[in-house]
């Protein structure tokens, strides 16, 4: 069974990944390369990415330190808490770029227009990464740290001696894993800072897109692509080291008992800072009621309008064309991700390797590895669904690893005793029993595809736009009405990734 | 009621497959037309019309160049003369010669070989908000514009993702040199001028007749007449006026071409026909806000407020195309990375 799983993967992996890869590296460690590093202005879009990583990363622990410790004790609502605070994370790109527009943009209601600054960049980051940060760091002070902190106190030690000393090294690979997770987010990131960053806040990832979509300078985008993947590899790597010495620390642990004033102390903290956190997504609502004739469904109306727009897609055409790519990028990537989870049962280091190469890969890379791979499919459905598949398997094969590896070798024995060969098995006793992963995986993927961005953006066809696309072209254009639109359909966006996602892990805990 | 509904949906589809060529146009997103001339062409020729908006005009034509194997329209319009080199060094369009052409003023005419038709042309040129200047000096020369006290007033459009922006990169070029633009834009830049990513952040966010607080502005020299226009009776004489100097303004054309490998070569041919015509010259001023390039076209009354530099910036298409992207490049080290100019050639 490992070895033509192996042999199908690697398969999907040659075509879709590594062939598209070893061009862009071809190219990119050609003369471009050169050029690239003797450019002065190319060296500081790579500072200033790994420094708008580092900043945000250092942000996000400091906020989700003291997080950790509050999700420890009961309070009114800690479930919803929870569950609210894990939202950010499962947003498509633009919709968070709409909200913090909505919020702070130049029509932005707070008044003051903060795009442009990199103020407003670490501030999402923050709103992307901050719960699951929070969340890691409490699974690992639930298990120990607590305890041993208040034996160390019985000691003799200060609070703060408490905490440098037995704390902190309890931490520190949650701190180090949530660091680095936060830091590969926003190092490669793309939506956000084309759209809040301007030209001087431009991460690689944009740089690539700019360089390829305004200069069309392949050379220079390879070059740029080596450099990008080189420091995600280092820092997945890491992660992954890290990562193992975390393994199960996501759980929520049972909360410890506050003198009521505390609870309500707690409570006030807690869900005021969350509400504070999500104010871009209240933002973003009202100003998709923001309609030029008056506040109401004028924005929603004008986007459902049966007038056929000659220039610009439609709600129906975007949701229909979102929803066709990812559903067949579904169908693709849930082989993928089920052989990759088949070979990796066994554990091995080569194979998670294996699994971690799209983290290194970003999608704005992965399209320019297709444009110069494949010439001939360019602006071809296949290579849109292609991209989203790769870039949604690993979360399929990650959610699918840990169950597969539950399932004891006993049953498969007696399964195996009875006659039934390696498929059958497969599809009578495996596929049964991690019924729930695969819906969970398959939500991720799905929501990944569609929320993407950055791949979409150079591989669609312009009249086959995405949800994504729709919104980025409307935001580009003057007007109430088309900012209104943009508004609108990131609400509708927001909604549909948000309910596909609850149902496949509602589905999921129904097993 | 339904199987009735079924039999006319079914009669519509089988039509519409049997009958109706259609052609897909590629565009820049801010092409526009009259609804009904469009409506008309589709009933007179039974060509139904696909409008593809690419982005920007740089933008767009890097879509069609990097889908020359697998064409993703069979009409591209909106390359401009800044843009015209990488477009016929790509080699994507076919030649055609419409009959059309001959009405057509020669001075847009820049690609002889016909590859790229010239259908408008305007020119770049900075505006001044009337009312702020009314008690205040206006700059003298263009050099003066860089003075402090006209740096913090001025807005421009980014040069890498605008095409006014490029165009008035280029008018520096012409008129300091190679060796003297990128210190005007330093002084620019110390002197604190604003750089939008586009037009339409330039000019309806940052400039002062729209809420900004920027009362100089790189735009169009029609754009008073658009202003006039679109004040719907408000305004009899357009608050915005056009800062003219020599060589402070450039000559733009955009061009329409037959993308090579069409399987629609008859129909792209009416229709670059139909876009020459004199109705849709005529059609084009209102709502491009540029000039027809139809020798014989009528200009709509409004554009009286629209003039017509008498000394604008000139560059051959091929130095643009050398030095295009090296100027661009020294220009965003300068302009957005603070750096010296010396060190930015």
Redesign the interface.
């Known amino acids: 069974m490992q070895r033509p799983a192996l042999l199908l993967l690697a398969l999907f992996l040659l075509g879709a990944l590594l062939y598209p890869l070893a061009r862009v590296v071809a190219l990119g460690a050609g003369p471009g390369f050169f050029e690239v590093l003797a450019d002065p202005y190319y060296w500081g879009r790579l500072l200033w990415s790994l420094e708008y990583g580092l900043v945000s990363a250092a942000a996000v622990l400091v906020l989700a330190v003291p997080l950790a410790y509050g999700l420890g004790y009961a309070f009114p609502g800690r479930a919803a808490w929870v569950a609210l605070a894990g939202v950010p994370f499962v947003l498509p790109t633009l919709v968070v770029a709409a909200g913090f527009l909505a919020l702070v943009g130049p029509r932005g209601l707070l008044g003051i227009n903060l795009v442009g600054t990199p103020l407003v960049l670490v501030w999402a980051s923050v709103f992307y990464n901050l719960g699951f940060a929070a969340r890691i760091l409490h699974g690992l002070l639930a298990r120990a740290g607590q305890e041993l902190e208040a034996a160390a106190r019985t000691l003799g030690a200060g609070p703060f001696r408490a905490f440098l000393r037995v704390t902190l090294p309890v931490l520190s690979p949650g701190l180090l894993a949530a660091g680095g997770l936060t830091f590969i987010y926003t190092f490669a990131s793309f939506g956000v800072p084309l759209l809040l960053g301007g030209y001087r806040y431009a991460t690689l990832e944009v740089e690539i897109y700019r360089l390829l979509a305004f200069e069309l300078d392949f050379p220079r985008a390879s070059a740029l692509v080596l450099w990008q993947v080189a420091v995600l590899a280092a820092t997945s790597l890491g992660y992954l080291w890290a990562g193992r010495r975390i393994a199960g620390g996501l759980a929520v642990g049972e909360p410890k008992a506050l003198p009521p004033k505390g609870r309500w102390l707690l409570a006030g903290a807690l869900w005021g800072g969350l509400l504070l956190l999500l104010l871009p997504l209240f933002a973003l609502f009202a100003a998709s009621l923001a309609a030029p004739e008056g506040f109401g469904l004028g924005n929603y109306r004008r986007l459902l309008a049966p007038e056929a727009s000659y220039f610009a897609p439609s709600l129906t055409q975007a949701l229909s064309n979102t929803l066709r790519f990812s559903f067949a990028a579904l169908l693709l990537a849930l082989p993928a991700g089920l052989f990759y989870a088949l070979a990796a049962r066994g554990g091995g280091v080569l194979v998670e390797v294996l699994g971690l190469l799209p983290l290194f890969v970003s999608p704005v890379s992965l399209g320019v590895g297709y444009l110069l791979a494949y010439p001939g499919l360019r602006a071809s459905a296949f290579l849109l669904v292609l991209a989203y598949a790769t870039l949604g398997y690993p979360l399929l094969a990650r959610a699918l690893v840990p169950a597969l590896r539950g399932i004891s070798e006993e049953l498969l024995g007696a399964a195996a005793t009875l006659g039934a060969g390696p498929w059958r098995r497969l599809v009578r006793v495996e596929l049964p029993l991690v019924r729930p992963a695969l819906l969970a995986g398959s939500a991720l993927a799905l929501g990944s595809a569609i929320g993407e961005f950055g791949a979409t953006l150079l591989l669609v066809r312009p009249e086959w736009a995405t949800l994504t696309v729709a919104i980025y072209e409307r935001l580009g254009k003057p007007g109430l009405a088309n900012y209104g639109e943009a508004m609108a359909m990131s609400v509708v966006l927001a909604l549909v990734s948000g309910v596909l996602f609850f149902a496949f892990a509602r589905g999921a805990e129904l097993g | 009621m339904r199987k009735k509904l079924l039999a006319i949906g079914l009669l519509a589809l089988g039509l519409s497959l049997g009958q109706a060529e259609e052609l897909?146009v590629?565009t820049h997103?801010s092409?526009?037309l009259s609804?009904a001339l469009?409506q008309k062409f589709e009933r007179e020729t039974g060509i139904k019309?696909?409008?593809?908006?690419?982005?920007?005009a740089?933008?767009t034509l890097?879509?069609a160049?990097?889908?020359k194997?697998?064409p993703?329209a069979d009409v591209l319009f909106g390359v401009d003369n800044t843009f015209l080199s990488?477009a016929l060094e790509a080699g994507i369009f076919e030649p055609y010669v419409s009959p059309e052409v001959r009405n057509l003023r020669s001075e847009t005419i820049l690609d002889p070989t016909l590859h790229a038709i010239p259908v408008d042309y305007g020119y770049v040129a900075l505006n001044y908000d009337k009312d702020y200047f009314k008690d205040q000096p206006l700059p003298t020369t263009f050099a003066k514009l860089a003075d402090p006290k006209f740096a913090r007033l001025l807005v421009v459009e980014?040069p890498?993702?605008s095409s006014p922006g490029l165009a008035f990169l280029l008018a520096t070029v012409s008129a300091f040199g190679e060796d003297g633009y990128l210190e005007f834009w330093a002084r620019l830049r110390d002197g604190g001028v604003r750089?939008a990513?586009?037009w339409?952040e330039a000019?309806?966010?940052a400039f002062t007749r729209y809420g900004g607080d920027r009362p100089l502005v790189v735009s169009y020299t029609t754009s008073p007449a658009a202003e006039v226009y679109f004040s719907e009776g408000k305004y009899k004489e357009p608050h915005t006026g056009n800062l003219l100097f020599p060589k402070s303004s450039f000559f733009q054309v955009e061009f329409v071409g037959i993308l090579k490998g069409t399987k629609h070569r008859k129909a792209a041919e009416r229709f670059v026909d139909w876009l020459l015509s004199k109705e849709v010259q005529e059609d084009i001023p209102l709502n491009m806000w540029v000039f027809p390039a139809r020798r014989d076209a009528r200009l709509p009354e409004v554009f009286r407020f629209a003039e017509v530099p008498t000394q604008p910036a000139k560059l051959a298409p091929d130095a643009i195309a050398r030095n295009r992207?090296r100027w661009?490049?020294a220009w965003?080290?300068v302009v957005?990375?603070g750096?010296d100019p010396r060190n930015a050639r």
Do not use: H, P, W
Request: charged share 30%; proline share 0%; hydrophobic share 40%.
């Open positions: 897909r590629l997103s092409f526009a609804k469009i019309l696909r409008f593809i908006e690419g982005g920007d740089g933008e890097n879509k160049i990097l889908t194997d697998a993703i990488r980014n890498a993702t750089v990513k586009g339409s000019y309806f966010a992207e661009i490049r965003t080290a957005l990375k750096q």
